[in-house]
């Protein structure tokens, strides 16, 4: 069973920075996603096994950094240049497989953390 706890959420002002942070019980393939209130869960950024092959949405490309401290056994996403629309519940995400195949598609992912808010306001 893979555990995962996020944390670093909180409320910014448009264009400031925030650090989210995912405590994961083992490596593998893993992922950030964001849900907004009314809305689908929505792909961020995503990286194998092996902290590569990584893939962005093209909202946050530019902005969004996504990488993995192996010692620490957890997973990052250092946000810049906020937006109001990145106002979201941040989830952390994991594939219950080592590979080196990176995936956009929530049903791929096994396991979930629960989810930390951003607010970003104008």
């Known amino acids: 069973q893979v555990q995962l706890v996020e944390s670093g959420g909180g409320l910014v002002q448009a264009g400031d920075s925030l650090r989210l942070s995912c405590a994961a019980s083992g490596r593998y393939a893993m992922g950030w996603f964001r849900q907004a209130p009314g809305k689908e869960r929505e792909f961020v950024a995503a990286l194998n096994s092996h902290g590569g092959n990584i893939l962005y949405a093209n909202s946050v490309k530019g902005r969004f950094t996504i990488f993995r401290d192996s010692a620490k056994n957890t997973l990052y996403l250092q946000m810049s240049s906020l937006k109001v629309e990145d106002t979201a519940v941040y989830l952390c995400?994991?594939?219950?497989?080592?590979?080196?195949?990176?995936?956009?598609?929530?049903?791929?992912?096994?396991?979930w953390g629960q989810g930390t808010q951003v607010t970003v306001s104008s």
């Open positions: 995400a994991a594939r219950g497989e080592i590979t080196v195949a990176t995936t956009r598609s929530p049903a791929t992912y096994d396991y």
